[in-house]
C-alpha cells in the first residue's frame, strides 16, 4: 500500500497568527521503532484559543520542543528559530508498537501533533493504569502535563462516539484546570493548593471566596466557561461567591447570557461607568476575585485599578491570555510578589500539588467523574461543537 504525503502545520514563532501547512515528501519508509516503543498519529483534532496560549508560553515552558520537526520539513519551515509546532490536545492511534501495553489499535488522548506525520514514542504505564507516560529522552525536560497521555483499547470506535471524544479534545484539559481551581486551589474541603504549586504559601483565608463577588474576564473562553460552572454546579450554596459577574465582548455578550452561569454579564469598556458597585453587589467589606481567562489587551489592568477601592481586598488570578497580546502583562510582572495579591496559575504545578494531597489514582478518578459528569449534562448551553475534516480545513481555521 502506497502511504499518503503527510503533512503538518507550523507557526512563525514571533507571530502566532501566521500558519502553515506543509506537505512532508521523504517521510517514507520509517526507521523501525526502537523497543517499549509507539507510532501514532492523530485522528481528532481540536482548534481552540488554548493553542495561542501555548504559543506563547513556547520558550518559558519548552513547549515548542514537545514535538519538534520532522526530519523531513523543507525549507523554510526547518528553520527552528523562526517556526515551531505547537499542538493540540487530541485522539491518535498506535499505528505500530513493540510495547506490550499498547498495541496497534490502542487510542490516546493528550498533547498531540497537528497533522497526519506519523510519530514515535517510548512509554510506560503511569501509576493510575489508564495512563501512559512518555520516558524518551526527548521528552524528560518537558512539564509532566505534556507527557501523560490517556489510553483506550483498540476496540474503542471513536467515530462512533465523536461526540464524546470531540469533547475531550476540545476541553477536557481546560475543563481540568478549572476543576482544579475549584477543587484545590480555592478548596474548603481538602487541604488548598496555590495554584502556581504546593512550594507556594496558600492560607485559607485565600481560598474563601464564601460571598466574595468573582469577576471574570473572557468568558467565552472554554477554561472562563468552566470555571464559573465548577461554582454554580460543584460547591455548596454556602461556599459559593455572593455573584459571578462576566466581562467580556459586545459579540459575545448573547453566548454568556445564554450560559445561566453568570449573574451579570459586563462588557470591557464598562470599567469607565462612574458607579459600578451597584451591577457589581460590592462594598468596603467585600473580597473581589478578579480572574482573567485571556482578556483583550491590559483589561486585566483595567478593571483591577477600578476594582481596588470598590473592595476589602481584591485579589486577581492570571489563567489564560489573548492571541493578540503580545509579551507578559503589568499584572503578571507582580505575580512573585505575595504581597501584591496577584497569583498566576500553572496547571502542571497545580495538578502535581492536587496529586500530592489526594493521591494520583484518586485525583483522577474524582476528576474523570466530574467530567463525565459535565459532559452527560450537556455541557454548557449554547458551546456547540464544529467539526471540519482533513487538512485544508485546519488551514482555513
Known amino acids: 500500500m502506497v502511504e499518503s504525503t503527510p503533512l503538518t502545520q507550523t507557526l512563525e514563532k514571533s507571530d502566532n497568527t501566521k500558519q502553515y501547512v506543509v506537505s512532508l515528501p521523504g517521510t517514507y519508509p520509517l526507521r523501525p521503532l526502537e523497543p517499549n516503543a509507539i507510532r501514532i498519529r492523530s485522528i481528532i483534532l481540536s482548534l481552540t484559543a488554548n493553542n495561542f496560549t501555548h504559543a506563547r508560553l513556547g520558550y518559558i515552558l519548552g513547549l515548542w520542543d514537545v514535538w519538534p520537526a520532522p526530519p523531513s520539513l523543507p525549507s523554510p519551515y526547518n528553520d527552528t528559530q523562526k517556526y515551531g509546532r505547537i499542538l493540540p490536545w487530541s485522539y491518535a492511534e498506535v499505528i505500530g508498537s513493540t510495547s506490550l501495553h499498547f498495541p496497534a489499535g490502542t487510542k490516546l488522548w493528550g498533547y498531540m501533533p497537528l497533522g497526519t506525520h ?17 520516558v524518551s529522552e526527548r521528552g524528560r525536560h518537558l512539564l509532566s502535563i505534556y507527557n501523560r ?3 483506550y483499547p483498540p476496540d474503542t470506535d471513536l467515530p462512533t462516539g465523536k461526540h464524546s471524544f470531540g469533547w475531550d479534545a476540545m476541553m477536557r484539559v481546560l475543563f481540568e484546570s478549572s476543576y482544579m481551581l475549584s477543587r484545590c486551589g480555592f478548596s ?12 507556594m504559601r496558600w492560607s485559607n483565608d485565600d481560598t474563601d471566596i464564601a460571598d466574595a463577588v468573582a469577576v471574570l474576564l473572557a468568558l467565552s473562553r472554554k477554561t472562563g466557561l468552566s470555571f464559573p460552572y465548577q461554582l454554580r454546579h460543584g460547591w455548596l450554596v454556602s461556599k459559593q461567591p455572593r455573584k ?15 450560559a445561566g452561569l453568570f449573574d451579570e454579564v459586563l462588557l470591557y469598556d ?8 451597584g451591577p457589581l453587589g460590592t462594598d468596603k467589606a467585600t473580597k473581589v476575585l478578579l480572574s482573567n481567562f485571556g482578556a483583550t489587551s491590559e483589561a486585566d489592568e483595567k478593571w483591577a485599578s477600578v476594582l ?7 485579589q486577581v488570578l492570571l489563567i489564560g491570555s ?3 497580546v503580545k509579551g507578559r502583562g503589568k499584572l503578571a510582572t507582580h505575580a512573585k510578589d505575595p504581597a501584591s495579591g496577584i497569583v498566576q496559575m500553572n496547571m502542571t504545578e497545580l495538578r ?16 474523570d467523574a466530574e467530567w463525565t459528569r459535565f459532559k452527560s449534562e450537556g455541557a454548557v448551553p449554547g458551546l456547540k461543537l464544529t467539526w471540519g475534516k482533513g487538512m485544508d480545513q485546519i488551514r482555513k481555521g
Open 118 to 134: 506519523p510519530e514515535d514514542l517510548e512509554v510506560t504505564i503511569g501509576h493510575a493504569s489508564e495512563h501512559s507516560l512518555e
Open 149 to 151: 497521555y490517556l489510553a
Open 188 to 199: 474548603w474541603a481538602e487541604m488548598p493548593v496555590h495554584p502556581l504549586g504546593t512550594k
Open 244 to 258: 459571578a459577574i462576566a466581562v467580556g465582548l459586545a459579540k459575545s455578550r448573547v453566548f454568556s447570557e445564554i
Open 270 to 277: 464598562d470599567f469607565t461607568k462612574s458607579d459600578l458597585s
Open 308 to 314: 481596588k477601592p470598590l473592595s476589602a481586598r481584591l
Open 322 to 324: 489573548h492571541p493578540k
Open 352 to 367: 502535581g500539588g492536587a496529586i500530592v494531597t489526594e493521591g494520583e489514582a484518586r485525583h483522577f478518578d474524582l476528576f
